[in-house]
């Protein structure tokens, strides 16, 4: 049998290189996939450009802690990113109902099917790929400045004795902080604010809607604004944790994608679990096993290998098989979500 | 002249044929008005006119002695017009009350009065104000649809045949309900296609051919017309 404390640091071990990052992971997610069910529920598309827009909004926030670190306007026990995030939520807007205005507008007075919006997203994801390139380059830019720490490993192993250190990072206990504080906020606007319930009501049946007297173009402006909020801060803080690189945050729309399908498609819950759901898959399918084995199991048994069920490189593969699987299985998804 | 009346109305979609001739309808506080008639007669297009969906190349929409002919739909449900639709005319994913409240969406002032009142004419919409409206039975959504369109203070009802596809039972239920909006002093017009259960209870019937009155009169009159018994009601 294995020691007490062999216990406690396989858990440990398991905390600090799956829960947590895992967790923090899973919110950013949630945040986009909401932004994603949001425009899906209202304005009937799956918007191909969410990804992307995220990564213009994390540029406009780093191009402004970039002038903020240079006129040395830096709060110092957090990331002066957190400051830029205001101005880039309303940059970020006006971006959306620029976009919203010259491009889906068109198509909604039109009547124009889903797939037709959808593709005109993929446009959009484009033309937005290239300005964010076009700005910032195709490079990676760590833009996360103060303490990198609440808590190091080294602290953590000399308060509790452990051989094994749990690190807690700004940019995770700031994720987990705020996505619960910005979802709390969100569940709250749609469901007891008349805004909220117009909505809704505007999702549920468009017609009835239009018939109770609720106005279209606010539904859709207030949907954006929804949508630019949590398009921002998904984004920054998905940044602060792993840096900016244009290519990743494209490539973010299919795990965004998958969860809001496992959850169910245009349930706003159903983007939060299902945002957990990808997350703890990946980490879990590409963590290598064989340390925390090493505490647990007997001497005999122990393994050799690395004990991974899949390279970090498959990640992606993980969300797609996840993907596949729910559309076969329940393509409502867990939370009864329509189906495309 | 009535309280809500349409007269000579003509109206086509698209500018094709007219689906309504030189068709009239009126409707009386306190009374219930039934429009009957054989599929493609119009008579959905008649109510389409009076709430504004389709405007009309000629005749007028009298509403309280006003003509609001040209006036939005909008703007005629601001005037007291209240219109439930065949089909979708609740929003499943939301409870009753929250039904109730996008019902009066465009009012400003308290609606707990309404909301009371509502309440009262459809007891059991009371009973499951928390519950959605999509996992309440026929009958039921029924009164959560007339409570919705109720919720504006209407002084006149449009209903698009209410009891399509419901079960024989609801639609004794539903007829009920029906009388009932009519005695809390509202005119209630609707389109039915049970067209014997609906003169029954009709204080006027309409009878619509190719979009022209085939007849007209109390629904104890056209029931007892054997014309309109031959043609309309099986014999």
Known sequence: MPELTDIMNSIVLLL????????????????????????????????????????????????????????????????????????????????????????????????????????????????????????????????????????????????????????????????????????????????????????????????????????????????????????????????????????????????????????????????????????????????????????????????????????????????????????????????KGKVI | MAYLSGKNLVASYDNSVPILNQCSIEVEKGELAVIVGPNGAGKSTAMKVLLGMLTASSGSVILAGKDISSLSVQKRISLGLAFVPQTDNVFPSMTVEENLEIGAFLRTDDISQTLAEVYDLFPVLHDRRNQLVGQLSGGQRQQAAFGRAMMTKPTVMLLDEPTAGVAPKVMDEIFSNILQIKKSDRAVLMVEQNARKALEIADRGFVLVSGRNEHTGTGKELLADPEVRRSFLGG
């Open chain 1, 16 to 335: 600090n290189f799956v829960f947590l990052p895992a967790l923090s992971y899973g919110s950013q997610l949630a945040l986009g996939a909401l932004a994603v069910t949001l425009v899906y529920a209202i304005l009937r598309f799956a918007n191909f450009a969410q990804g992307d827009t995220m990564a213009f909004a994390t540029v406009i926030t780093i191009l402004i802690t970039w002038l903020l670190q240079k006129a040395d306007i830096t709060p110092g026990f957090m990331p002066t990113a957190l400051l830029a995030l205001p101005l880039a939520v309303i940059a970020c807007l006006l971006y959306v109902l620029m976009v919203d205005k010259f491009v889906y507008n068109y198509y909604r007075k039109q009547n124009s099917k889903p797939i037709t919006i959808v593709m005109a997203s993929v446009g959009v994801m484009f033309v937005t790929g290239g300005l964010v390139r076009f700005i910032l380059g195709p490079e990676h830019h760590i833009f996360s400045d103060g303490p990198r720490f609440i808590i190091t490993a080294r602290e953590f192993k000399s308060m509790t004795g452990l051989a094994e250190g749990l690190a807690i990072k700004t940019s995770q206990l700031l994720t987990i902080t705020i996505a619960i504080l910005l979802v709390g906020f969100v569940f709250y606007f749609l469901q007891k604010t008349k805004t909220g319930k117009a909505m809704r009501a505007y999702s549920d049946n468009k017609d009835l809607a239009l018939l109770s007297g609720i106005d279209p173009d606010r539904v859709v402006r207030v949907t954006w604004i929804l949508v630019a909020v949590l398009t921002t801060i998904a984004g920054v803080l998905y940044g602060l944790d792993k840096g900016f690189m244009a290519n990743s945050y494209h490539q973010l729309l299919l795990p965004c994608f998958a969860a809001v399908i496992v959850g169910g498609i245009g349930s706003p819950m159903g983007a939060i679990v299902g945002g957990f759901v990808i997350s703890f898959s990946e980490m879990l399918l590409t963590y290598a096993y064989k340390k925390f084995l090493l505490y647990l199991l007997p001497e005999i048994l122990q393994p050799s290998g690395l004990v991974q069920f899949l390279g970090t490189e498959y990640k992606f593969a993980v969300s797609f098989v996840i993907l596949v699987i729910v559309l076969l299985l329940k393509p409502t998804g867990i939370f």
